[in-house]
C-alpha cells in the first residue's frame, strides 16, 4: 500500500483502501468507475440493476474515502494546529470529535488533528470485515446502512472543513474542478440514498443547491 503525498508533509496519511481484484465488489467499482465517465452524475450514482444496495454503498464509500483522503492530502501544508486550531465548517459551525468507543465525550481539537483522528477511525471501519465484507457470501451486518451513514456524514465535514477554509489555497494549486466534480459525486449519491441529513448539509447547503441545481 502506497501512502499519497507522503512527501509532502511530515504527516503520514492513510493508506488507500483497495477493494480485492477479482471480488464483486471490484467489478463494481469497475462499473462505477465507467459510468462517472459518461459525465452523468445522477445516472452514475444509480444501483446498478440487480445489485444489492449494501454492496453499492460500501464500494462508494470506500471510493469517498480514497477521495476526500487525497483531496485533504493536497492542502495539509495549510490546514495546521495554528491556521485551523478547531475543526470549523465557517463560523458557524464546529465540530468536536467522539467516537463513542474511545472518546464518548466529544473534545473539542484542531482540524489536522479532527481529520486525522476522522480518517483512522473511517479506515478502522473498512477494514473490519465483519463491517464492510469483501468476500462473497458474507454478509453485510443488519445495521449497515446506519454504519455507512454515520460514515458519510463525518467524511461531509472534511469537504465542509476545505471549501469553508482552504477554497483559496484549493483554487492556487488548480484543484477545484477536481473538489467540485468529487463532491458534487458525493451529494448525488447521499442524495439518491437519503444517506444524511439535510441538517448536517447546513453548511454546505448554497453551494448544493447551485451544484446540483437541475445540471446532470
Given at each position: 500500500?502506497?501512502?499519497?503525498?507522503?512527501?509532502?508533509?511530515?504527516?503520514?496519511?492513510?493508506?488507500?483502501?483497495?477493494?480485492?481484484?477479482?471480488?464483486?465488489?471490484?467489478?463494481?467499482?469497475?462499473?462505477?468507475?465507467?459510468?462517472?465517465?459518461?459525465?452523468?452524475?445522477?445516472?452514475?450514482?444509480?444501483?446498478?440493476?440487480?445489485?444489492?444496495?449494501?454492496?453499492?454503498?460500501?464500494?462508494?464509500?470506500?471510493?469517498?474515502?480514497?477521495?476526500?483522503?487525497?483531496?485533504?492530502?493536497?492542502?495539509?501544508?495549510?490546514?495546521?494546529?495554528?491556521?485551523?486550531?478547531?475543526?470549523?465548517?465557517?463560523?458557524?459551525?464546529?465540530?468536536?470529535?467522539?467516537?463513542?468507543?474511545?472518546?464518548?465525550?466529544?473534545?473539542?481539537?484542531?482540524?489536522?488533528?479532527?481529520?486525522d483522528f476522522l480518517m483512522t477511525w473511517v479506515?478502522?471501519?473498512?477494514?473490519?470485515?465483519?463491517?464492510?465484507?469483501?468476500?462473497?457470501?458474507?454478509?453485510?451486518?443488519?445495521?449497515?446502512?446506519?454504519?455507512?451513514?454515520?460514515?458519510?456524514?463525518?467524511?461531509?465535514?472534511?469537504?465542509?472543513?476545505?471549501?469553508?477554509?482552504?477554497?483559496?489555497?484549493?483554487?492556487?494549486?488548480?484543484?477545484?474542478?477536481?473538489?467540485?466534480?468529487?463532491?458534487?459525486?458525493?451529494?448525488?449519491?447521499?442524495?439518491?440514498?437519503?444517506?444524511?441529513?439535510?441538517?448536517?448539509?447546513?453548511?454546505?447547503?448554497e453551494l448544493i443547491d447551485r451544484l446540483t441545481?437541475?445540471?446532470?
Open positions: 500500500m502506497s501512502f499519497l503525498f507522503g512527501n509532502r508533509s511530515s504527516k503520514t496519511f492513510k493508506p488507500k483502501k483497495n477493494i480485492p481484484e477479482g471480488s464483486h465488489q471490484h467489478e463494481l467499482m469497475k462499473h462505477a468507475a465507467a459510468t462517472l465517465g459518461s459525465g452523468n452524475l445522477r445516472s452514475a450514482v444509480m444501483l446498478p440493476e440487480g445489485e444489492d444496495i449494501h454492496e453499492w454503498v460500501a464500494v462508494n464509500t470506500v471510493d469517498f474515502f480514497n477521495q476526500i483522503n487525497m483531496l485533504y492530502g493536497t492542502i495539509t501544508e495549510f490546514c495546521t494546529e495554528s491556521s485551523c486550531s478547531v475543526m470549523s465548517a465557517g463560523p458557524k459551525y464546529e465540530y468536536h470529535w467522539a467516537d463513542g468507543n474511545q472518546v464518548k465525550k466529544p473534545i473539542k481539537c484542531s482540524a489536522p488533528k479532527y481529520i479506515q478502522d471501519q473498512l477494514d473490519d470485515e465483519s463491517l464492510f465484507p469483501s468476500k462473497i457470501g458474507v454478509p453485510f451486518p443488519p445495521n449497515f446502512l446506519t454504519i455507512a451513514k454515520t460514515i458519510l456524514k463525518r467524511l461531509f465535514r472534511v469537504y465542509a472543513h476545505i471549501y469553508h477554509q482552504h477554497f483559496k489555497e484549493v483554487v492556487s494549486l488548480g484543484e477545484e474542478a477536481h473538489l467540485n466534480t468529487s463532491f458534487k459525486h458525493f451529494v448525488y449519491f447521499i442524495q439518491e440514498f437519503e444517506l444524511i441529513d439535510r441538517k448536517e448539509l447546513a453548511p454546505l447547503q441545481n437541475g445540471k446532470p
